[in-house]
Protein backbone atom coordinates (compact mmCIF):
# COMPACT_ATOMS: atom_id res chain seq x y z
CA UNK A 1 0.00 0.00 0.00
CA UNK A 2 1.35 3.33 -0.74
CA UNK A 3 2.43 5.61 2.50
CA UNK A 4 0.20 8.15 1.32
CA UNK A 5 -2.95 5.94 1.63
CA UNK A 6 -2.33 5.08 4.98
CA UNK A 7 -3.67 7.54 6.71
CA UNK A 8 -7.35 6.72 5.23
CA UNK A 9 -6.78 2.79 6.10
CA UNK A 10 -6.06 3.58 9.72
CA UNK A 11 -9.41 5.54 9.32
CA UNK A 12 -11.01 2.57 8.52
CA UNK A 13 -9.58 0.87 11.05
CA UNK A 14 -11.00 2.93 13.65
CA UNK A 15 -14.40 2.78 12.37
CA UNK A 16 -14.64 -0.77 11.86
CA UNK A 17 -13.59 -0.85 15.61
CA UNK A 18 -16.09 1.55 16.66
CA UNK A 19 -18.17 -0.94 14.96
CA UNK A 20 -17.46 -3.94 17.10
CA UNK A 21 -17.52 -1.76 19.88
CA UNK A 22 -21.25 -0.67 18.89
CA UNK A 23 -22.71 -4.31 18.20
CA UNK A 24 -20.67 -5.44 21.65
CA UNK A 25 -22.78 -2.87 23.45
CA UNK A 26 -26.20 -3.19 22.18
CA UNK A 27 -25.98 -6.67 22.08
CA UNK A 28 -25.06 -6.95 26.34
CA UNK A 29 -25.74 -3.85 28.44
CA UNK A 30 -29.27 -3.70 27.76
CA UNK A 31 -30.49 -7.14 28.56
CA UNK A 32 -28.38 -6.87 32.05
CA UNK A 33 -31.28 -7.08 34.06
CA UNK A 34 -29.91 -9.01 37.77
CA UNK A 35 -26.70 -6.72 38.23
CA UNK A 36 -25.90 -7.17 42.14
CA UNK A 37 -23.80 -3.86 42.59
CA UNK A 38 -25.61 -0.23 41.71
CA UNK A 39 -22.39 0.98 40.60
CA UNK A 40 -22.11 -1.74 37.82
CA UNK A 41 -26.02 -0.56 36.77
CA UNK A 42 -24.63 2.73 36.12
CA UNK A 43 -21.29 1.75 34.05
CA UNK A 44 -23.64 -0.21 31.95
CA UNK A 45 -26.08 3.18 31.30
CA UNK A 46 -22.49 4.69 30.57
CA UNK A 47 -21.83 2.26 28.08
CA UNK A 48 -24.77 2.94 26.43
CA UNK A 49 -24.77 6.82 26.33
CA UNK A 50 -21.28 6.64 25.28
CA UNK A 51 -22.23 4.39 22.50
CA UNK A 52 -24.98 6.71 20.71
CA UNK A 53 -23.12 9.68 21.56
CA UNK A 54 -20.42 7.42 18.32
CA UNK A 55 -23.39 7.71 16.21
CA UNK A 56 -21.89 10.86 14.24
CA UNK A 57 -18.42 9.44 14.09
CA UNK A 58 -18.89 6.06 12.94
CA UNK A 59 -20.64 5.37 9.91
CA UNK A 60 -20.79 9.02 7.80
CA UNK A 61 -17.09 8.66 8.13
CA UNK A 62 -16.74 4.92 6.89
CA UNK A 63 -19.06 5.78 4.27
CA UNK A 64 -17.01 8.83 3.03
CA UNK A 65 -14.35 7.05 3.14
CA UNK A 66 -16.04 4.16 1.33
CA UNK A 67 -17.04 6.53 -1.06
CA UNK A 68 -13.58 8.57 -1.82
CA UNK A 69 -11.73 5.18 -2.61
CA UNK A 70 -14.18 4.17 -5.58
CA UNK A 71 -14.60 7.60 -7.22
CA UNK A 72 -12.24 6.26 -9.76
CA UNK A 73 -14.89 3.18 -10.92
CA UNK A 74 -17.38 6.41 -11.03
CA UNK A 75 -15.88 8.66 -13.27
CA UNK A 76 -13.49 6.02 -15.37
CA UNK A 77 -14.26 2.55 -15.29
CA UNK A 78 -17.03 1.14 -17.65
CA UNK A 79 -19.81 -0.62 -16.58
CA UNK A 80 -18.67 -4.27 -16.82
CA UNK A 81 -15.38 -4.02 -15.15
CA UNK A 82 -17.44 -2.61 -12.21
CA UNK A 83 -19.86 -4.77 -12.16
CA UNK A 84 -17.58 -7.30 -11.83
CA UNK A 85 -15.04 -5.58 -8.90
CA UNK A 86 -17.41 -3.20 -7.29
CA UNK A 87 -20.81 -4.95 -7.11
CA UNK A 88 -20.58 -9.00 -8.05
CA UNK A 89 -17.79 -9.10 -5.20
CA UNK A 90 -19.59 -7.41 -2.65
CA UNK A 91 -23.09 -9.66 -3.20
CA UNK A 92 -20.77 -12.71 -3.18
CA UNK A 93 -19.52 -11.42 0.46
CA UNK A 94 -23.14 -10.23 1.33
CA UNK A 95 -25.22 -13.54 0.01
CA UNK A 96 -22.56 -15.95 1.52
CA UNK A 97 -22.32 -14.12 5.12
CA UNK A 98 -25.80 -13.65 5.41
CA UNK A 99 -26.33 -17.45 5.03
CA UNK A 100 -23.67 -18.19 7.55
CA UNK A 101 -24.84 -15.20 10.11
CA UNK A 102 -28.51 -16.65 10.00
CA UNK A 103 -27.59 -19.92 10.63
CA UNK A 104 -24.95 -19.58 13.46
CA UNK A 105 -27.37 -16.96 15.08
CA UNK A 106 -30.16 -19.38 14.84
CA UNK A 107 -28.21 -22.31 16.42
CA UNK A 108 -26.43 -19.98 19.31
CA UNK A 109 -30.08 -18.87 20.23
CA UNK A 110 -31.12 -22.28 20.07
CA UNK A 111 -28.27 -23.33 22.31
CA UNK A 112 -28.04 -20.72 24.95
CA UNK A 113 -30.75 -18.87 25.35
CA UNK A 114 -33.85 -21.45 23.84
CA UNK A 115 -36.17 -19.39 25.88
CA UNK A 116 -35.49 -16.02 24.50
CA UNK A 117 -38.42 -14.22 22.21
CA UNK A 118 -36.95 -13.39 19.10
CA UNK A 119 -38.90 -10.86 16.76
CA UNK A 120 -37.81 -13.18 13.54
CA UNK A 121 -39.16 -10.38 11.30
CA UNK A 122 -36.40 -7.64 12.68
CA UNK A 123 -32.99 -9.50 11.46
CA UNK A 124 -33.00 -11.81 8.76
CA UNK A 125 -30.29 -13.72 10.96
CA UNK A 126 -33.24 -14.31 13.61
CA UNK A 127 -35.61 -15.65 10.54
CA UNK A 128 -37.43 -18.47 11.27
CA UNK A 129 -38.22 -19.43 7.24
CA UNK A 130 -36.18 -19.15 4.17
CA UNK A 131 -38.63 -16.44 2.70
CA UNK A 132 -38.50 -14.66 5.78
CA UNK A 133 -34.25 -14.68 5.80
CA UNK A 134 -34.88 -13.59 1.72
CA UNK A 135 -37.18 -10.70 2.60
CA UNK A 136 -34.73 -9.65 5.34
CA UNK A 137 -31.66 -9.25 3.18
CA UNK A 138 -34.07 -7.57 0.42
CA UNK A 139 -34.99 -4.76 2.67
CA UNK A 140 -32.00 -4.71 4.72
CA UNK A 141 -32.44 -5.67 7.73
CA UNK A 142 -29.51 -7.15 8.48
CA UNK A 143 -26.80 -6.85 10.60
CA UNK A 144 -24.69 -7.09 7.07
CA UNK A 145 -26.80 -3.48 5.77
CA UNK A 146 -23.27 -1.70 5.02
CA UNK A 147 -22.51 -3.88 2.02
CA UNK A 148 -26.24 -4.15 1.11
CA UNK A 149 -25.81 0.09 1.19
CA UNK A 150 -22.04 -0.62 -0.85
CA UNK A 151 -24.28 -1.83 -3.76
CA UNK A 152 -26.95 0.65 -3.67
CA UNK A 153 -24.97 3.52 -3.47
CA UNK A 154 -22.38 2.50 -6.16
CA UNK A 155 -24.77 1.73 -9.17
CA UNK A 156 -27.09 5.22 -8.32
CA UNK A 157 -23.74 7.20 -7.84
CA UNK A 158 -22.15 5.51 -11.17
CA UNK A 159 -26.21 6.34 -12.42
CA UNK A 160 -26.62 10.03 -11.35
CA UNK A 161 -23.18 11.28 -11.77
CA UNK A 162 -24.48 13.59 -14.48
CA UNK A 163 -26.57 15.23 -12.21
CA UNK A 164 -24.46 14.92 -9.11
CA UNK A 165 -24.80 18.79 -7.40
CA UNK A 166 -28.88 18.41 -7.02
CA UNK A 167 -28.89 14.80 -6.49
CA UNK A 168 -26.59 15.49 -3.26
CA UNK A 169 -28.81 18.27 -2.30
CA UNK A 170 -31.86 15.78 -2.68
CA UNK A 171 -29.90 13.03 -0.32
CA UNK A 172 -29.02 15.90 1.94
CA UNK A 173 -33.00 16.46 2.49
CA UNK A 174 -33.91 12.59 2.77
CA UNK A 175 -31.14 12.04 4.84
CA UNK A 176 -32.76 14.49 8.03
CA UNK A 177 -36.44 13.55 6.36
CA UNK A 178 -35.68 9.87 7.21
CA UNK A 179 -35.48 10.48 11.11
CA UNK A 180 -38.71 11.86 11.13
CA UNK A 181 -40.22 9.44 8.44
CA UNK A 182 -38.74 6.22 8.98
CA UNK A 183 -39.28 3.09 6.96
CA UNK A 184 -40.57 -0.08 8.49
CA UNK A 185 -37.18 -1.58 7.68
CA UNK A 186 -34.51 -0.18 10.75
CA UNK A 187 -31.68 -1.10 8.16
CA UNK A 188 -33.24 0.56 4.77
CA UNK A 189 -33.28 3.67 7.35
CA UNK A 190 -29.50 3.34 7.61
CA UNK A 191 -28.86 3.20 4.35
CA UNK A 192 -31.25 5.92 3.22
CA UNK A 193 -29.27 8.10 5.96
CA UNK A 194 -26.15 7.56 5.00
CA UNK A 195 -26.05 7.77 1.02
CA UNK A 196 -25.41 11.65 1.33
CA UNK A 197 -21.95 10.75 2.87
CA UNK A 198 -20.44 7.96 0.60
CA UNK A 199 -22.13 10.07 -2.15
CA UNK A 200 -20.06 13.03 -0.82
CA UNK A 201 -16.72 10.81 -1.00
CA UNK A 202 -17.50 9.22 -4.53
CA UNK A 203 -18.43 12.58 -6.43
CA UNK A 204 -16.72 15.54 -4.50
CA UNK A 205 -13.84 13.50 -2.08
CA UNK A 206 -10.79 14.53 -4.14
CA UNK A 207 -11.52 18.18 -4.03
CA UNK A 208 -12.55 17.89 0.01
CA UNK A 209 -9.75 16.01 0.18
CA UNK A 210 -7.75 19.03 -1.23
CA UNK A 211 -9.21 21.62 0.97
CA UNK A 212 -9.31 19.40 4.09
CA UNK A 213 -5.19 18.82 3.70
CA UNK A 214 -4.36 23.30 3.15
CA UNK A 215 -6.62 24.33 5.43
CA UNK A 216 -5.28 25.37 9.00
CA UNK A 217 -7.95 25.09 11.97
CA UNK A 218 -6.28 27.11 13.96
CA UNK A 219 -7.30 29.77 11.59
CA UNK A 220 -10.99 28.77 11.38
CA UNK A 221 -10.99 27.52 15.09
CA UNK A 222 -14.34 30.11 15.59
CA UNK A 223 -16.13 29.39 12.66
CA UNK A 224 -15.67 25.61 13.68
CA UNK A 225 -16.89 26.03 17.23
CA UNK A 226 -19.85 28.04 16.25
CA UNK A 227 -20.44 25.35 13.44
CA UNK A 228 -19.76 22.67 16.13
CA UNK A 229 -22.62 24.45 18.89
CA UNK A 230 -24.90 24.12 16.29
CA UNK A 231 -24.70 21.18 14.87
CA UNK A 232 -24.57 19.62 18.58
CA UNK A 233 -27.86 20.98 18.96
CA UNK A 234 -29.55 19.68 15.85
CA UNK A 235 -28.29 16.61 16.52
CA UNK A 236 -30.41 16.76 19.93
CA UNK A 237 -32.96 17.88 17.85
CA UNK A 238 -32.82 14.19 15.82
CA UNK A 239 -30.64 16.33 13.11
CA UNK A 240 -27.29 14.41 13.15
CA UNK A 241 -25.93 15.19 9.38
CA UNK A 242 -24.50 18.75 10.13
CA UNK A 243 -22.46 17.17 13.32
CA UNK A 244 -21.56 14.05 11.01
CA UNK A 245 -20.20 16.68 7.88
CA UNK A 246 -18.04 18.08 11.07
CA UNK A 247 -16.73 14.62 12.56
CA UNK A 248 -15.87 13.40 8.94
CA UNK A 249 -13.37 16.79 8.49
CA UNK A 250 -12.02 16.57 12.05
CA UNK A 251 -11.15 12.50 11.92
CA UNK A 252 -9.89 13.03 8.57
CA UNK A 253 -7.75 16.49 9.04
CA UNK A 254 -6.56 14.57 12.94
CA UNK A 255 -5.29 11.44 10.86
CA UNK A 256 -3.63 13.55 8.28
CA UNK A 257 -1.46 15.44 10.47
CA UNK A 258 -0.72 12.81 12.75
CA UNK A 259 0.90 10.60 9.09
CA UNK A 260 2.45 14.16 7.69
CA UNK A 261 4.38 14.55 11.70
CA UNK A 262 5.47 10.76 12.91
CA UNK A 263 6.26 8.05 10.59
CA UNK A 264 3.45 6.15 9.89
CA UNK A 265 4.35 2.05 8.83
CA UNK A 266 2.60 -0.35 7.10
CA UNK A 267 2.58 -2.43 9.93
CA UNK A 268 0.58 -0.18 12.01
CA UNK A 269 -2.11 -1.73 14.04
CA UNK A 270 -4.58 0.19 13.01
CA UNK A 271 -3.69 -0.26 9.00
CA UNK A 272 -3.99 -4.05 9.56
CA UNK A 273 -7.31 -3.85 10.67
CA UNK A 274 -8.38 -0.75 7.86
CA UNK A 275 -6.48 -3.13 5.20
CA UNK A 276 -9.27 -6.17 6.56
CA UNK A 277 -12.46 -4.37 7.72
CA UNK A 278 -14.31 -6.73 5.31
CA UNK A 279 -13.35 -9.96 7.54
CA UNK A 280 -13.89 -7.86 10.69
CA UNK A 281 -17.18 -7.30 9.71
CA UNK A 282 -19.02 -10.34 8.96
CA UNK A 283 -17.29 -12.19 11.86
CA UNK A 284 -17.87 -9.92 14.52
CA UNK A 285 -21.27 -10.20 14.90
CA UNK A 286 -21.74 -14.36 15.23
CA UNK A 287 -18.58 -14.06 18.32
CA UNK A 288 -20.84 -11.24 19.99
CA UNK A 289 -23.80 -13.08 20.04
CA UNK A 290 -22.45 -16.18 21.15
CA UNK A 291 -21.00 -13.73 23.98
CA UNK A 292 -23.55 -12.02 24.90
CA UNK A 293 -25.47 -14.66 25.16
CA UNK A 294 -23.58 -16.61 27.90
CA UNK A 295 -22.50 -13.69 29.70
CA UNK A 296 -26.27 -12.48 30.08
CA UNK A 297 -27.05 -15.98 31.41
CA UNK A 298 -24.17 -15.59 33.99
CA UNK A 299 -24.78 -12.32 35.05
CA UNK A 300 -28.14 -11.83 35.62
CA UNK A 301 -28.25 -15.10 38.08
CA UNK A 302 -25.53 -13.45 39.85
CA UNK A 303 -23.50 -16.57 39.53
CA UNK A 304 -19.77 -13.78 39.30
CA UNK A 305 -18.20 -12.22 42.50
CA UNK A 306 -19.44 -8.84 42.63
CA UNK A 307 -15.70 -7.63 41.74
CA UNK A 308 -15.50 -9.67 38.81
CA UNK A 309 -19.24 -8.08 37.90
CA UNK A 310 -17.84 -4.50 37.95
CA UNK A 311 -14.55 -5.41 35.91
CA UNK A 312 -16.58 -7.18 32.86
CA UNK A 313 -19.19 -4.19 32.53
CA UNK A 314 -16.10 -1.88 32.58
CA UNK A 315 -14.01 -3.49 30.45
CA UNK A 316 -16.40 -5.83 28.20
CA UNK A 317 -16.37 -3.39 24.98
CA UNK A 318 -12.57 -4.00 24.92
CA UNK A 319 -12.24 -7.58 25.27
CA UNK A 320 -14.75 -7.86 22.92
CA UNK A 321 -12.92 -5.51 20.08
CA UNK A 322 -9.76 -7.45 20.53
CA UNK A 323 -11.56 -10.86 20.32
CA UNK A 324 -13.33 -10.11 17.37
CA UNK A 325 -10.33 -8.24 15.26
CA UNK A 326 -8.04 -10.99 16.34
CA UNK A 327 -11.01 -13.54 15.04
CA UNK A 328 -11.22 -11.65 11.73
CA UNK A 329 -7.56 -11.27 10.86
CA UNK A 330 -7.44 -15.37 11.48
CA UNK A 331 -10.16 -16.11 9.39
CA UNK A 332 -8.86 -14.18 6.53
CA UNK A 333 -5.66 -15.43 6.54
CA UNK A 334 -6.85 -19.37 6.91
CA UNK A 335 -9.55 -18.12 3.97
CA UNK A 336 -6.60 -16.97 2.12
CA UNK A 337 -4.73 -19.96 2.71
CA UNK A 338 -6.82 -22.72 2.36
CA UNK A 339 -9.69 -21.66 0.20
CA UNK A 340 -8.45 -19.55 -2.18
CA UNK A 341 -9.81 -16.49 0.18
CA UNK A 342 -13.45 -17.56 -1.13
CA UNK A 343 -14.87 -16.47 2.20
CA UNK A 344 -14.22 -13.25 1.37
CA UNK A 345 -13.48 -12.62 -2.41
CA UNK A 346 -15.93 -13.94 -5.14
CA UNK A 347 -14.17 -17.56 -6.92
CA UNK A 348 -12.78 -16.72 -9.80
CA UNK A 349 -14.94 -17.47 -13.04
CA UNK A 350 -13.87 -20.00 -14.99
CA UNK A 351 -12.56 -19.30 -18.43
CA UNK A 352 -13.50 -21.01 -21.86
CA UNK A 353 -10.76 -23.63 -22.59
CA UNK A 354 -9.83 -23.68 -25.79
CA UNK A 355 -10.49 -26.89 -27.92
CA UNK A 356 -7.20 -28.60 -28.59
CA UNK A 357 -6.55 -30.46 -31.61
Same mark, same amino acid.
Given at each position: ? +????????????????????Y????????????????????????????? @?????????????? &???????????V??????????W??????????V?????? &??????????????T????? /?A?? *?TGF??????A????????A??? /??????????? =???? *??????????????????????S?????????L??????? *????M????L???????V?FG?????L?????? *?L???????????? $?? &?I???????????L??????T????????? @???? $??????????????P???E??????????S???C?????G?? +?????L $????? $????A???????? =?
Amino acid at each position: M +KQKALWINQIKGLCICLVVIYHSVITFYPHLDGLQHPLSGLLAKCWVYFN @LYLAPFRMPVFFFI &SGYLIRRYIDEVGWRASLDKRIWSIVWVLALWGVLQWQAL &SHLNAWLAPDRDLVTSSNAA /YADS *LTGFIRGMLTASTSLWYLYALIV /YFTLCKLLSRW =RLPV *LGLLALVSVAINFLPLPWWGMNSVVRNMIYYSLGAWYGAE *LMAWMKGMALRRYWLPIVAFGAVSVVLWFANVP *LLLSLLSILLIMKL $FY &SIEQRYSVQSNNLLNVVGSNTIAIYTTHRI @LIEG $FSLFLISQLNAGDWPVWAELTLILIYPFISLVVCTLFGLGAR +KVSSAL $FGDVF $FTPPARLAPVEAT =R
